[in-house]
């Protein structure tokens, strides 16, 4: 499966962004899919993560109550809304896919398949 991310910018503190991934091949809808964020001089890091149908969500700390993930699996996308964002949000992220219909990680090096990251910025 290939993936593409889009939707990254620069925002005020408080605002808010829609990332989304379009991802090609008819097995998009049996895989999880996470995203992950990467800050200059930081490791790859969990950000949230979707079952095959939407049932199962999971998120870092750092983004509960404030980011959602969700998919759409008749049009092949996995997005990511992020609201009350704050500067410690500003890095590349990356939307990914395991080949389980549940990801059970929160390592990136668990992800079978990436796209190419966005770049969301957000100033103080």
């Known amino acids: 499966v290939q993936l593409q991310a889009s939707g990254g910018g620069l925002v005020q503190a408080g605002g808010s962004l829609r990332l989304s991934c379009a991802a090609s091949?008819?097995?998009?809808?049996?895989?999880?899919m996470g995203w992950f964020r990467q800050a200059p001089g930081k490791e790859r890091e969990f950000v949230a993560a979707?079952?095959?149908?939407?049932?199962?969500?999971n998120y870092a700390d750092s983004v509960k109550g404030r980011f959602a993930i969700s998919r759409d699996n008749a049009k092949n996308t996995v997005s990511l809304q992020m609201n009350s964002l704050k500067p410690e949000d500003t890095a590349v992220y990356y939307c990914?896919?395991?080949?389980?219909?549940?990801?059970?990680?929160?390592?990136?090096?668990?992800?079978?398949?990436w796209g190419k990251g966005t770049q969301v910025t957000v100033s103080s």
């Open positions: 979707i079952s095959w149908n939407g049932g199962i969500t």
């Open positions: 990914a896919a395991v080949r389980t219909t549940v990801v059970r990680t929160t390592k990136w090096d668990g992800m079978d398949y």
């Open positions: 091949g008819r097995t998009f809808s049996t895989y999880g």
